[in-house]
T-cell receptor, first 113, second 113 residues
């Protein structure tokens, strides 16, 4: 049973470009969470989604960031007009339901030049 | 605001000794706690969890202790091995596991030969 998959593993963007991060949850998991991690820090919750629904986006910046989890396909975290401060590791986690352990993917390391 | 934090950023132990990593939390509504291990360049790996109706839970070589009176959580690793070297995060959730997790900053466990 494959774990949570994320791609790309590394992404380099110039300021002003768009970044798209993808997350495929574990098989049988319908709940997806996105977190951001800065160097030497813990993970910060961004958004919690179920299929076709955003459940909690209290950790998402108000502008430039959006997330979706369509009926088919992976969850997408989209960052428009990236700035250097967006450089971080972005992790996706999934769980079978909203009340069980979250399992993390390997992350996408975004570098904004 | 309410947060989860760790007492020590770095812990150095001899191989074969037991390790104890501590965590304080401030949200009295927290009812689900998890310990994750993160190796360099990888995503957090689930170690063990505990719900607030318990004060102790054991896994393979690991034990988690929860003291709700003083809002303190600890992870004990028995017979520490070189492969235990990593950053350890405690995380908490006030929704019984649902919604995003709140992470502490992490403790770097270093194993000395």
């Amino acid at each position: 049973n494959a774990g949570v998959m994320q791609n790309p593993r590394h992404l380099v963007r110039r300021r002003g470009q768009e970044a798209r991060l993808r997350c495929s949850p574990m098989k049988g998991h319908s709940h997806v969470y996105w977190y951001r991690q800065l160097p030497e820090e813990g993970l910060k919750f961004m958004v919690y989604l179920q299929k076709e629904n955003i459940i909690d986006e209290s950790g998402m910046p108000k502008e430039r960031f959006s997330a979706e989890f369509p009926k088919e396909g992976p969850s997408i975290l989209r960052i428009q007009q990236v700035v250097r401060g967006d450089s971080a590791a972005y992790f996706c986690a999934s769980s079978p339901s909203g009340f069980e352990t979250q399992y993390f993917g390997p992350g996408t390391r975004l570098l904004v030049l | 605001g309410e947060s989860v934090g760790l007492h020590l950023p770095t812990l150095s132990v001899q191989e074969g000794d037991n390790s104890i990593i501590n965590c304080a939390y401030s949200n009295s509504a927290s009812d689900y706690f998890i310990w994750y291990k993160q190796e360099s360049g990888k995503g957090p790996q689930f170690i063990i969890d505990i719900r607030s109706n318990m004060d102790k839970r054991q896994g393979q070589r690991v034990t988690v202790l929860l003291n709700k009176t003083v809002k303190h959580l600890s992870l004990q690793i028995a017979a520490t091995q070189p492969g235990d070297s990593a950053v350890y995060f405690c995380a908490e959730n006030s929704g019984g596991g649902a919604d995003g997790l709140t992470f502490g900053k992490g403790t770097h466990l270093i194993i000395q030969p």
